[in-house]
């Protein structure tokens, strides 16, 4: 059984995503192939220019993200104004499939399942293809038609995916630095209550640096780029971060709550809403109230507890594994194209 798994290299989200879906499909004695669509099938340099325009947006212009992010809701995966963006790379697409033959499609990320979903309107004979969609939000760019399956994390998204047309039947749930975390650092050394924390700064040494220093002689421990993160949720009682979907996804599966800061205009900002909605999550919009409610997780266990009820609600700690059961499944049914 061979599964291709189309990824992009925008945040860490879909990449981890696209491993853990690999990890469950070795599992099941079967061969996962991990493609970048945007370095692979559309150039590196493509890829690279993309990558940075996206990322100084996030960091200079939020609110122009903001704005694309709803205009792109707005349109549609198929609208003409988007000048065929959304389908970019769905011819060398199609030679991969012609070549690599597998049998089944797993997307994570909005651009390759458009572009399988145009490979499947032109007429092509295709493999099984199930969309893991990664964030907490309904958005249309996430609902190219046709798709066999969309796995989507929470009951409330799947409504919403069925509110806007998708068929019911193929809707299942299953599921650093550009955060605030020298806020996020700061309040933590404010606080007077007793306590230990742990700052994950990722990849960024300069800012690692800088956050160790003033932490120094603290009770705050900053650390750089971590391997297994799962480990320091499973020591937490709260975790403070932004709202990305697959951090959101992990600390669900590890029932640890959540206090949002600092999220992103766009997708993370739905993600948050729906935090929030769902019960899961504290969230402050600046650094008072990041400090107030910090000081009321800590030292309010009720709170927690009621964050953890919701938490056991929503969990589905074996989601990579249910997806690619779920593939399994529709190969047996289909065969092999």
């Known amino acids: 059984m061979l599964i291709l798994i189309l990824s992009a290299s925008y945040g860490s989200g879909h990449a981890e995503a696209a491993r853990s879906l690999a990890a469950a499909v070795e599992a099941r004695g079967g061969r996962a192939e991990v493609v970048d669509h945007f370095r692979e099938l559309v150039h590196p340099i ?76 032109s007429g092509r004979r295709l493999p099984p293809h199930t969309t893991a969609v990664t964030d907490f939000v309904a958005h249309s760019q996430w609902m190219p038609s046709p798709v066999d399956r969309y796995c989507v994390a929470a009951e409330e998204v799947r409504n919403e995916f069925v509110a806007r047309g998708i068929p ?49 002689a603290s009770p705050v421990r900053v650390v750089g ?11 937490a009682d709260l975790l403070v971060t932004k709202a990305g979907g697959m951090t959101l996804a ?13 999220s992103l205009p766009g997708q993370e900002r739905g993600n948050e809403r729906f ?9 402050a919009r600046s650094r008072g109230e ?16 009621r964050l953890q009820g919701s938490l056991r609600r929503l969990r589905r700690p074996d989601a990579a594994q249910h997806i690619v059961d779920l593939v399994v499944e529709q190969i047996a049914q289909r065969g092999r194209p």
Not at 250 to 262: H, I, K, M, S
Not at 290 to 305: F, K, Q, W
């Open 46 to 121: 493509f890829a690279r220019a993309s990558r940075a325009a996206y990322y100084w947006l996030l960091r200079r212009a939020p609110g122009v993200w903001a704005l694309a992010y709803g205009l792109g809701d707005r349109m549609g995966p198929e609208s003409p104004l988007s000048f065929g963006m959304t389908r970019v790379g769905t011819a060398r697409l199609a030679r991969l499939l012609d070549t690599m033959r597998p049998d089944a499609v797993i997307t994570v990320h909005a651009t390759p399942a458009v572009a399988m979903a145009a490979l499947a309107v």
């Open 168 to 216: 019911p039947e193929r809707v299942v749930v299953t599921q650093g630095s550009l955060g605030r975390l020298r806020d996020v650092t700061r309040a933590l050394l404010t606080m007077e209550r007793p306590m230990q924390a742990v700052v994950v700064a990722g990849r960024d040494e300069r800012l690692r640096a800088a956050l160790a220093r003033e932490a120094a």
């Open 225 to 235: 780029f971590v391997d297994d993160v799962r480990t320091l949720l499973g020591a």
């Open 250 to 262: 992990e600390a669900t599966a590890a029932e640890v709550p959540l206090l949002l800061y600092g």
């Open 275 to 283: 935090a929030s909605r769902a019960g899961i999550a504290l969230v």
């Open 290 to 305: 990041l400090r107030r409610l910090l000081d009321r997780a800590v030292g309010d266990p009720e709170t927690v507890e």
